[in-house]
């Protein structure tokens, strides 16, 4: 009489487990379908009692979001601040009434975000969300990345390597190590010395070449010593570098002149797309032709 009654108990477990799996299916199908439409095609009003619990907590800080509307008022930032937007969920898994998804977040900031204004500035992250459902709806969420990243690529936060880059670059100019200053120049950099400076005849210069060509070589012919002094970096926004130095100089025609000056770089990857000089443009000029 043993036999088959556990005939019977493993012909339940498998009903259970049959149906456990079938659940968890029906809620991953749903998941994923109601997150591309409201992120994909932009209809916040998914994010409803149908597809989520009444009392739906979203884990965040520095408080959690708590219920529907409060969701909705929350993804509604993304639909406003970013267009071109592309949500895709790269990989999804579930057990019982618990929900696993790999995503990738791909957008242009060109609204509103959050009370940040747009920077026109595109974004592409990925991140993995834990979910917990209930009976068939959405119950909480909880959101894993890199925020450092989305806040870089945005433009609000800089690469922390890029003060060291632009001292490797002021290094290598000291000793004379031309090649390692153009090599950490993008091959599109645009390059502008000061307004009213004797090199500024050239400006913009596209490119390390013309960079090269049209100041390094310059500088080098004309002076019997060019050296840069008290030279201070300031890492701003936007991956920019400030740097405030001064130029210590003697020309060819034996005039000497030490002029305060700052630089700004602007770098993107690892290399510089821009610089920007600010001179005492007087004193050089006077020391020149005087």
Do not use: C
């Amino acid at each position: 009489m043993k036999t088959p009654i556990l005939i019977v108990a493993i012909v339940l477990l498998s009903m259970s487990t049959f149906a456990q799996k079938n659940n968890i299916n029906k809620d991953i199908k749903m998941y994923t379908q109601v997150w591309d439409d409201v992120i994909n095609k932009g209809d916040i009003n998914q994010i409803n009692a149908s597809h989520f619990d009444k009392n739906v907590i979203g884990i965040s800080s520095p408080e959690n979001m708590v219920g529907i509307d409060a969701f909705k008022a929350y993804y509604q930032n993304f639909l406003i601040g970013f267009s071109e937007r592309s949500f895709e969920i790269v990989n999804v898994f579930g057990q019982n009434d618990n929900i696993i998804k790999h995503w990738r977040f791909k957008g242009k900031h060109t609204g509103d975000f959050f009370g940040i204004p747009a920077t026109a500035k595109s974004v592409n992250i990925e991140g993995v969300t834990l979910v917990k459902m209930k009976n068939g709806k959405i119950l909480k969420e909880q959101d894993f990345m890199d925020n450092s990243i989305f806040l870089m690529q945005l433009g609000l936060t800089s690469d922390p390597n890029n003060v060291t880059l632009i001292d490797n670059l002021y290094k290598g100019f000291a000793i004379g190590d031309i090649p390692t200053v153009l090599g950490g120049m993008d091959a599109k950099i645009v390059w502008n010395e000061a307004e009213g400076n004797k090199y500024a005849d050239g400006n913009p210069y596209i490119g390390p070449e013309a960079v090269l060509n049209g100041v390094f070589g310059r500088i080098m012919a004309e002076h019997e010593y060019f050296k840069l002094q008290n030279i201070e970096l300031h890492e701003m926004s936007n991956n920019q570098v400030l740097a405030t130095l001064r130029y210590d100089a003697k020309l060819n025609n034996g005039k000497i002149y030490n002029a305060q000056v700052a630089h700004l770089w602007t770098l993107k990857d690892g290399k510089v797309t821009a610089f920007q000089q600010y001179v005492d443009t007087k004193k050089l000029d006077d020391a020149i032709n005087n």
